[in-house]
């Protein structure tokens, strides 16, 4: 029974984990392509074409990659967590349901359109269908963080006396307090992805002396949405997600901080240092005082609960790894702002293209915005644990009845050997598109 | 939503099986992979949607079947990125060995596909032991239960079934079947190429060998189900799903004269859609019969969500699907006509 669970969580682990690599970049891609799109219809300045059409070109391999890993997770639902579809399908259902039928209908019917149609359709209709394509990724991710919310602060349910949740107001799944901090944090921090990927392909084109008139065009881009973003994912959206867990789930907020003990006085802010679980301490640990309390109650001295005043019974149960992956998650933030905010300056003194240092490190920055953005749902979700839906439905009562390890095991490899493959092949391809770059696109 | 499913996607199945067997040149298999290229991703969604409001209409059924037909469920999945990746992929590089490897990757998966959803249409009809009842005693809650993928004697009437025995698998060749002349007739419709003129003599000839198969199930049909026609004798209005399967079956014999191309499409769609709702309704109001004494089978009614959960759905569900009408529309229209020249895969 219990290693059966460790599969199943695994499983849902390692898959959600890779199918998220993929939406994050295509949700905020498809806003840069909209807007590049929209300058050239604007500006009718050929390049603002050739950029829209080269980003559209990554945008479906990694759309490609979203679809195919996507459905597994939707799948997984009946297959490893039966009881907790069986007990809460009449809920979460409903967001997911409504993510097919609303969401994923109007996205792969425009991208088709999308990728195909622009001689048949004209340049303004072309823009409408990217603009369709994007507003779809958006809802997807709206219904999604819906679905996710409810399971950190459940609304609008009853219980049954079989154990079943039912719904009881349709309208509550949407003005939950949860989701609307949780999903523009996550678009914010799926819009840094996109960002900093565009602007990454954009210092290689520079630094590599090729195509480096696009390189520019997304140098600028890049830094321009980077740095809104950035903000953004930090404050407002950030905080507002930190003050909803102090609220509601204040011993996940404990063991994000690291914080064993209440301070009297105001709590300090961990910088750096090791949680130490067994001795209930932190170890080597550099922290300034009180601003922890002044972030998230706007006073110094204000009191924030530790780890001893919860009962053991409900602590999250990995406590250092909710640590780190918040920590990772917020520390990459700050460094994100910081090196968009000087590359901005260095773009408004006309200076930025000659600085090297900063192309490079823009371009050795692409893969922390996906470290960033996968330890964000770690924080959430393992903060969550031990529950499945938050004081409601443990995560152990949750597993497919008669599903066996063996199985469970069986398919795990089987994913982990697949998704390794379609990895490769994905780098491989868009490692193509990318040396290929944008002019050769022109006919 | 199964049944659209079935027809949209299910020719994208066909058209992978085609493509194995009958596609020689470099053409053929660029009017096939146009045919299908702009489509198959809208055509999947059904299968995604239909999951969704499968789960939220019918949380129960979905758990119960989803983590029982656990191990054939993840292998469709596997399948199914082996189709996408196989259609997507092969057009990016231009190299002899890539190109064979995602043909054969992409029909490959089409064709099991085929098989596989045949398959389980064998299971819903033939029911499961739902309980996992041993020895007269249940082992799980009554609606749960676990099948691995054949037991030993490939028999659909023992006590250990299992998803794969001779009946599932006689319908799951009817799937292949029926699926690749489905196939063969969309690619007729949408395209201009030399195969056209074979796949009608290829549609013709396996339409008998449909015929044939059809009628064996039939005939073994009341080996699994005593009274397979008990519906029909009650409410005589459920003839009109036979009647349109064979009106579709029939039809399709005359596929060599038909002057419209769409016409062989068209009839194959009846077969399909007739030949899913027949079964629908032979085993109605059940959904998952049970095979054992012990427990009851699921019907539609023990296992729908709650009331107001399932009318707030209603609404939504409306407004959807008018929208999805919408757009499958719009999208027809720009890419209607013959497609040869689309140049899928190739951006
Ligand atoms: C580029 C990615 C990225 C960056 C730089 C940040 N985050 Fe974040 N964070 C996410 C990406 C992310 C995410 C992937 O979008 C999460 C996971 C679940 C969610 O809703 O958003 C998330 C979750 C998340 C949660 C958990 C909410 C919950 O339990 O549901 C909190 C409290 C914060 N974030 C707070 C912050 C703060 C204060 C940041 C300050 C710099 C920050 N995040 C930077
Ligand atoms: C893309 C972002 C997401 C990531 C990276 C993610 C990550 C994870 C991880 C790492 C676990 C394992 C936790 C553990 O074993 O302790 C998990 C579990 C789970 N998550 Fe998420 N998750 C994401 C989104 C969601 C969403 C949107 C939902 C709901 C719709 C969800 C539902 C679940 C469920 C049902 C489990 C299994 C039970 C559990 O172990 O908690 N997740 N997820
Ligand atoms: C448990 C969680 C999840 C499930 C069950 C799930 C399910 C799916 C499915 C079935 C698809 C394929 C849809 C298609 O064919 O177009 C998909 C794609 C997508 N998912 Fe997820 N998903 C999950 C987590 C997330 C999260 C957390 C986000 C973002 C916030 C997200 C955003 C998207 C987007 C934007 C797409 C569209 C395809 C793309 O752009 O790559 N998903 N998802």
Redesign the pocket.
């Given at each position: 029974m219990e290693d059966m669970l460790f599969y199943d969580r695994m499983q849902f682990a390692f898959t959600i984990t890779f199918h998220y690599l993929f939406p994050?970049l295509t949700m905020g891609l498809s806003l840069i392509i909209v807007y590049f799109k929209g300058n050239f219809l604007r500006t009718k300045l050929e390049k603002y074409n050739d950029a829209a059409k080269f980003w559209m070109r990554i945008f479906a391999l990694n759309f490609a990659m979203g679809v195919v890993t996507g459905i597994p997770m939707e799948f997984q639902f009946g297959t490893n967590w039966a009881k907790f579809s069986e007990l809460t399908g009449g809920i979460i259902g409903q967001t997911l349901a409504m993510e097919g039928m609303f969401s994923f209908f109007l996205e792969s019917s425009f991208l088709g359109l999308f990728l195909f149609g622009e001689k048949l359709l004209g340049h303004k209709l072309h823009f409408i269908t990217g603009f369709l394509v994007f507003l779809g990724s958006w809802a997807s991710g709206f219904l999604i963080?819906a679905t996710?919310s409810w399971m950190?602060h459940p609304v609008g349910y009853e219980i049954l006396e079989n154990g079943k949740f039912v719904l009881n107001n349709f309208g509550a799944l949407f003005s939950n307090i949860?989701l609307w901090p949780?999903?523009l944090?996550?678009q914010a921090?799926?819009l840094?992805?996109a960002s900093f990927v565009v602007a990454a392909i954009g210092a290689f084109y520079i630094l590599n002396n090729k195509h480096s008139e696009f390189g520019k065009l997304f140098v600028k881009t890049g830094v321009v949405f980077g740095l809104i973003s950035?903000v953004i994912?930090?404050f407002p959206t950030?905080?507002m997600?930190?003050k909803?867990?102090v609220k509601h789930?204040p011993v996940?907020f404990a063991a994000?901080e690291g914080i064993f003990e209440t301070e009297v006085g105001g709590s300090e802010i961990i910088l750096i240092g090791q949680p130490n679980v067994l001795e209930k301490k932190l170890d080597n640990k550099i922290a300034v005082p009180n601003i922890l309390s002044f972030l998230t109650y706007q006073k110094w001295e204000a009191e924030i609960k530790g780890l001893n005043e919860f009962d053991e019974k409900i602590y999250p149960t990995n406590i250092p790894g909710l640590y780190y992956a918040?920590h990772i998650?917020?520390g990459?933030?700050?460094i994100?702002i910081g090196l968009m905010l000087i590359a901005a300056v260095q773009l408004f003194r006309k200076k930025l293209y000659k600085t090297k240092w900063i192309l490079w490190s823009l371009l050795f920055m692409l893969p922390f915005?996906y470290i960033?953005?996968?330890t964000?749902?770690y924080?959430?979700e393992l903060?969550?644990q031990p529950w499945l839906v938050y004081n409601l439905l443990r995560t152990t009562a949750g597993a497919s009845p008669t599903v066996s390890s063996g199985n469970t095991l069986f398919t795990l490899l089987g994913f982990i050997g697949l998704y390794l493959l379609l990895g490769l092949l994905f780098l491989m391809l868009v490692g193509k598109i990318i040396n290929k770059g944008p002019q050769i696109i022109k006919h | 939503m199964l049944a659209v499913y079935v027809i949209l996607d299910g020719y994208d199945f066909g058209a992978g099986i085609i493509h194995l067997f009958f596609a020689k040149t470099e053409k053929d298999k660029k009017a096939i992979t146009n045919a299908i290229g702009p489509f198959w991703d809208a055509n999947e969604v059904w299968l995604i949607a239909a999951g969704g409001v499968l789960f939220f209409a019918f949380p129960t059924l979905y758990a119960s079947s989803f983590s029982g037909f656990y191990l054939p469920l993840i292998m469709i999945l596997w399948l199914l990125i082996f189709r996408a990746i196989g259609l997507e992929l092969r057009g990016q590089i231009h190299n002899r060995m890539w190109e064979s490897v995602w043909d054969k990757a992409f029909g490959l998966a089409s064709l099991l596909l085929a098989l596989f959803f045949g398959i389980a249409l064998g299971n819903v009809v033939r029911g499961v032991n739902l309980g996992m009842v041993a020895n007269g005693v249940s082992t799980q809650e009554a609606h749960y239960f676990f099948l691995p993928l054949w037991n030993p004697t490939f028999s659909p009437q023992t006590e250990h079934l299992g998803i794969i025995d001779w009946f599932t698998l006689l319908l799951g060749i009817i799937g292949v079947v029926a699926l690749s002349i489905h196939g063969a007739n969309w690619i007729i419709f949408k395209t201009n190429s030399d195969l056209n003129a074979k796949l009608k003599k290829v549609i013709f000839n396996l339409n008998f060998v449909l015929l044939a198969l059809v009628i064996i199930s039939l005939l073994v049909w009341h080996i699994i189900e005593p009274k397979p026609f008990h519906n029909f004798i009650k409410s005589p209005l459920l003839w009109i799903f036979p009647l349109i399967t064979f009106t579709g079956l029939f039809g399709l014999f005359k596929v060599k004269s038909f002057k419209k191309d769409g016409l062989g499409f068209l009839f194959s769609s009846l077969f399909l859609f007739g030949g899913l709702t027949s079964t629908v309704a032979s085993i109605f109001p059940k959904v998952l019969p049970s095979s054992n004494t012990v427990n009851p089978s699921l019907t539609l009614y023990n296992v729908a969500a709650e009331e107001y959960g399932l009318s707030v759905g209603v609404y939504w569900f409306a407004i959807a699907i008018v929208l999805v009408a919408i757009y499958m529309v719009i999208q027809y229209k720009v890419f209607k006509g013959k497609m040869d020249d689309v140049g899928y895969g190739e951006h």
């Amino acid at each position: 029974m219990e290693d059966m669970l460790f599969y199943d969580r695994m499983q849902f682990a390692f898959t959600i984990t890779f199918h998220y690599l993929f939406p994050q970049l295509t949700m905020g891609l498809s806003l840069i392509i909209v807007y590049f799109k929209g300058n050239f219809l604007r500006t009718k300045l050929e390049k603002y074409n050739d950029a829209a059409k080269f980003w559209m070109r990554i945008f479906a391999l990694n759309f490609a990659m979203g679809v195919v890993t996507g459905i597994p997770m939707e799948f997984q639902f009946g297959t490893n967590w039966a009881k907790f579809s069986e007990l809460t399908g009449g809920i979460i259902g409903q967001t997911l349901a409504m993510e097919g039928m609303f969401s994923f209908f109007l996205e792969s019917s425009f991208l088709g359109l999308f990728l195909f149609g622009e001689k048949l359709l004209g340049h303004k209709l072309h823009f409408i269908t990217g603009f369709l394509v994007f507003l779809g990724s958006w809802a997807s991710g709206f219904l999604i963080i819906a679905t996710h919310s409810w399971m950190q602060h459940p609304v609008g349910y009853e219980i049954l006396e079989n154990g079943k949740f039912v719904l009881n107001n349709f309208g509550a799944l949407f003005s939950n307090i949860w989701l609307w901090p949780s999903y523009l944090h996550n678009q914010a921090a799926s819009l840094v992805t996109a960002s900093f990927v565009v602007a990454a392909i954009g210092a290689f084109y520079i630094l590599n002396n090729k195509h480096s008139e696009f390189g520019k065009l997304f140098v600028k881009t890049g830094v321009v949405f980077g740095l809104i973003s950035s903000v953004i994912v930090a404050f407002p959206t950030g905080d507002m997600a930190a003050k909803n867990v102090v609220k509601h789930q204040p011993v996940t907020f404990a063991a994000m901080e690291g914080i064993f003990e209440t301070e009297v006085g105001g709590s300090e802010i961990i910088l750096i240092g090791q949680p130490n679980v067994l001795e209930k301490k932190l170890d080597n640990k550099i922290a300034v005082p009180n601003i922890l309390s002044f972030l998230t109650y706007q006073k110094w001295e204000a009191e924030i609960k530790g780890l001893n005043e919860f009962d053991e019974k409900i602590y999250p149960t990995n406590i250092p790894g909710l640590y780190y992956a918040y920590h990772i998650m917020v520390g990459l933030g700050t460094i994100f702002i910081g090196l968009m905010l000087i590359a901005a300056v260095q773009l408004f003194r006309k200076k930025l293209y000659k600085t090297k240092w900063i192309l490079w490190s823009l371009l050795f920055m692409l893969p922390f915005p996906y470290i960033a953005n996968t330890t964000g749902w770690y924080t959430a979700e393992l903060g969550r644990q031990p529950w499945l839906v938050y004081n409601l439905l443990r995560t152990t009562a949750g597993a497919s009845p008669t599903v066996s390890s063996g199985n469970t095991l069986f398919t795990l490899l089987g994913f982990i050997g697949l998704y390794l493959l379609l990895g490769l092949l994905f780098l491989m391809l868009v490692g193509k598109i990318i040396n290929k770059g944008p002019q050769i696109i022109k006919h | 939503m199964l049944a659209v499913y079935v027809i949209l996607d299910g020719y994208d199945f066909g058209a992978g099986i085609i493509h194995l067997f009958f596609a020689k040149t470099e053409k053929d298999k660029k009017a096939i992979t146009n045919a299908i290229g702009p489509f198959w991703d809208a055509n999947e969604v059904w299968l995604i949607a239909a999951g969704g409001v499968l789960f939220f209409a019918f949380p129960t059924l979905y758990a119960s079947s989803f983590s029982g037909f656990y191990l054939p469920l993840i292998m469709i999945l596997w399948l199914l990125i082996f189709r996408a990746i196989g259609l997507e992929l092969r057009g990016q590089i231009h190299n002899r060995m890539w190109e064979s490897v995602w043909d054969k990757a992409f029909g490959l998966a089409s064709l099991l596909l085929a098989l596989f959803f045949g398959i389980a249409l064998g299971n819903v009809v033939r029911g499961v032991n739902l309980g996992m009842v041993a020895n007269g005693v249940s082992t799980q809650e009554a609606h749960y239960f676990f099948l691995p993928l054949w037991n030993p004697t490939f028999s659909p009437q023992t006590e250990h079934l299992g998803i794969i025995d001779w009946f599932t698998l006689l319908l799951g060749i009817i799937g292949v079947v029926a699926l690749s002349i489905h196939g063969a007739n969309w690619i007729i419709f949408k395209t201009n190429s030399d195969l056209n003129a074979k796949l009608k003599k290829v549609i013709f000839n396996l339409n008998f060998v449909l015929l044939a198969l059809v009628i064996i199930s039939l005939l073994v049909w009341h080996i699994i189900e005593p009274k397979p026609f008990h519906n029909f004798i009650k409410s005589p209005l459920l003839w009109i799903f036979p009647l349109i399967t064979f009106t579709g079956l029939f039809g399709l014999f005359k596929v060599k004269s038909f002057k419209k191309d769409g016409l062989g499409f068209l009839f194959s769609s009846l077969f399909l859609f007739g030949g899913l709702t027949s079964t629908v309704a032979s085993i109605f109001p059940k959904v998952l019969p049970s095979s054992n004494t012990v427990n009851p089978s699921l019907t539609l009614y023990n296992v729908a969500a709650e009331e107001y959960g399932l009318s707030v759905g209603v609404y939504w569900f409306a407004i959807a699907i008018v929208l999805v009408a919408i757009y499958m529309v719009i999208q027809y229209k720009v890419f209607k006509g013959k497609m040869d020249d689309v140049g899928y895969g190739e951006h």
